[in-house]
């Protein structure tokens, strides 16, 4: 199955026009399915859910295991345990304990909720293309000048084809700029961010498996 593809500017870092590369329709310009994009984004945010929130019942409080008075003969009401959960300090009825609140999504889905949260930000004009680059050292002040020599002042998630301290380190002291390794791009931080910005070699590894998943 053959995918079209449609040209978007490519900019240095000063924000000059230097070229333009193609977005694949497969990533770009699919059919737009919201209720997968909802249904993946739940299940990363269940996902990321600590679920360690945990309560003593009766048995497990210490203490109580002594009948606190006589049955019959004292005008109080009967008690067992001092541990009750109606007595303070007592255990608590039906309360949270630790659980895994993830739930599976196939492959197959995630794969087509991140396609269609990249198209909805293509049909928006909301994704950019930079020259590769790299820093020698951190530079916040550098990594800051990018985007406003490109007049971005929203949201931003950069893409980038692999791990790169310098410039990761430079970019995580601006409040607006979320990093990221092409490998774990998806969907919750693509449609959290208002714009998001590949490098070229993160677009084009993004994109070479396009062939293979249009002939699968």
């Known amino acids: 199955m053959e995918w079209a593809m449609k ?18 329709d497969y990533y770009f310009g699919c059919e737009i399915n919201i209720p997968v994009m909802h249904f993946v984004v739940r299940s990363q945010l269940a996902a990321a859910r600590r679920g360690t929130a945990s309560t003593k019942n009766r048995s497990a409080v210490s203490g109580g295991g002594r009948k606190p008075w006589r049955q019959k003969g004292t005008g109080r009401a009967r008690a067992g345990s001092i541990r009750s959960p109606l007595w303070r ?7 949270p304990q630790p659980r895994d609140y993830s739930f599976k999504v196939n492959r197959k889905v995630r ?12 049909v928006e004009d909301r994704v950019m293309v930079l020259e590769d680059f790299t820093f020698s050292e951190p530079k916040t002040k ?14 931003v998630l950069l893409v980038l ?9 430079s970019m995580r002291n601006l409040p607006l700029v979320k990093v990221i390794r092409v490998d774990h791009l998806n969907t919750y931080d693509v449609l959290s961010s ?4 590949f490098t070229r070699a993160s677009l084009e590894r993004l994109q070479e498996g396009v062939q293979d998943e249009g002939s699968a």
């Open 194 to 197: 208002d714009r998001v910005v």
């Open 7 to 24: 040209s978007v500017p490519v900019y240095d870092l000063e924000g000059n026009k230097t070229g333009e590369i193609q977005l694949s």
């Open 161 to 169: 084809p692999g791990e790169d301290e310098n410039v990761e380190k």
């Open 89 to 95: 300090g007592g255990g608590t009825v039906h309360g």
């Open 142 to 155: 550098l990594a800051a000048s990018i985007f406003r020599n490109l007049g971005v002042d929203d949201q």
């Open 111 to 122: 794969r087509l909720a991140l396609r269609s949260a990249l198209s909805a930000r293509a």
